[in-house]
Nanobody
Framework: VQLQASGGGLVQPGGSLRLSCAAS????????MRWYRQAPGKQRALVATIYSGGTTDYRDSVKGRFTISRDNAKNTVYLQMNSLRPDDAAVYYC???????????????WGQGTQVTVSS
């Protein structure tokens, strides 16, 4: 199983980006999917969570600006980021709890990270 994140880039303050993270492999089911971010010199922080039923949760600083969604048919999670601010700049990582064929139980998988830069 692999998670492939994409969609990062350079954007001006106030701009928007949409991150995607696609899971591939011998997947039986995907539970919780999350986006984290890590800025230079800081610990990795949880940004948004979406449960298998569609319930979502966000860190306070992104509420009202970011939207997490998922397409279960495509095994993909998205993060729509609007009104971006310089303090949103970080490497963004996707994370998912996946049950796969050939491995016992649900296991934690991480994407490779995608850089988001917010600068004028």
């Amino acid at each position: 199983v692999q998670l492939q994140a994409s969609g990062g880039g350079l954007v001006q303050p106030g701009g928007s980006l949409r991150l995607s993270c696609a899971a591939s492999g011998r997947i039986l089911s995907i539970g919780i999917m999350r986006w984290y971010r890590q800025a230079p010199g800081k610990q990795r922080a949880l940004v948004a969570t979406i449960y298998s039923g569609g319930t979502t949760d966000y860190r306070d600083s992104v509420k009202g600006r970011f939207t997490i969604s998922r397409d279960n048919a495509k095994n993909t999670v998205y993060l729509q980021m609007n009104s971006l601010r310089p303090d949103d700049a970080a490497v963004y990582y996707c994370n998912a709890l996946i049950t796969s064929d050939g491995r016992r139980g649900a296991n934690d998988y991480w994407g490779q990270g995608t850089q988001v830069t917010v600068s004028s």
